[in-house]
Structure formats: structure tokens, C-alpha cells
């Protein structure tokens, strides 16, 4: 079992940027995926970047170059630094782990984009 623990989101205007981090402990292996999914309401969770163990990254087509999804290896920690941030990218945004062993969900945190 992989235990995630997010930082907070917030509350942010329009155009503003926001960085969420997530570290990862417990049962990691050499091969993973960790990345972002997002769930706004009444709607269903869906991803919003994921990031190999190799670097590789992956962004759902509404963020790209406002989004950016990075590494950081010792620590086993995935970082979503989100520039140029808009309203409807409202959500409750959640960590997700995942290697050879199962899944992992962080708790959630708010992102709030308004004015």
C-alpha cells in the first residue's frame, strides 16, 4: 500500500497560479505512474496530468501550456505547478499513485478559481 499526502490547494483569481505537491510513502517501486485527476461538482473525476517513474508526462488537452507536471525522484513526490488558471478549473483536485502492487488516492484538496 502507497500512503499520498497532498498540500493544500486555495482559493486563486483568475489568471493566477497555483502549485500542488504530493509525496508518496510506503510500498513505492522502481516503476510507477503518480499524476493529478480532478472532480468538479457533479461531474466525474477525470485526469488532468500523470508523470512515469521514466519522466514521461501526459496532460488532458484543456491544460496544456498552463500545466506542468514534474518529478521529483528522491523524494518520490509529484509536483502540478498550474499557471494561467481559470474557472472551470474549479475542482477538488486528488494525488494518484500507481504501480505493479495496485492504486493510490490522496484525500482531495479544494482548487478554487474565481474572482
Known amino acids: 500500500q502507497v500512503q499520498l499526502v497532498e498540500s493544500e490547494g486555495g482559493l486563486v483569481r483568475p489568471g493566477g497560479s497555483l502549485r500542488l505537491s504530493c509525496a508518496a510513502s510506503g510500498n513505492i517501486r522502481s516503476m510507477y505512474v503518480m499524476g493529478w485527476y480532478r472532480q468538479a461538482p457533479g461531474e466525474e473525476r477525470d485526469m488532468v496530468a500523470t508523470?512515469?517513474?521514466?519522466?514521461?508526462?501526459t496532460y488532458v488537452d484543456s491544460v496544456k501550456g498552463r500545466f506542468t507536471i514534474s518529478l521529483d525522484f528522491t523524494t518520490t513526490s509529484v509536483v502540478l505547478q498550474m499557471d494561467s488558471l481559470k474557472p472551470e478549473d474549479t475542482a477538488v483536485y486528488y494525488c494518484?499513485?500507481?504501480?505493479?502492487?495496485?492504486?493510490?488516492w490522496g484525500q482531495g484538496t479544494q482548487v478554487t478559481v474565481s474572482s
Open positions: 494518484y499513485h500507481r504501480n505493479v502492487v495496485g492504486e493510490s
Open positions: 508523470i512515469t517513474s521514466g519522466g514521461n508526462p
